[in-house]
């Protein structure tokens, strides 16, 4: 028997829920947890999965 792992994206919601509504103000605390990267590759949405 197979799993089936599924997850949902919410950096949006838990970017709100601590007072960030821009990506700038996101981007310090991103700093802070050793994240380097470019912007786009840092929050690039993950495809959906598939259906089987």
Known sequence: MSRQ???RWRLR???AA???FTVPE????????????PLPRVLRRPAPARPQ
């Open 5 to 7: 792992i599924t997850y």
């Open 13 to 15: 919601e838990l970017m």
């Open 18 to 20: 601590r007072g960030m």
């Open 26 to 37: 996101l981007m310090p605390h991103l700093a802070e947890r050793a994240c380097p990267g």
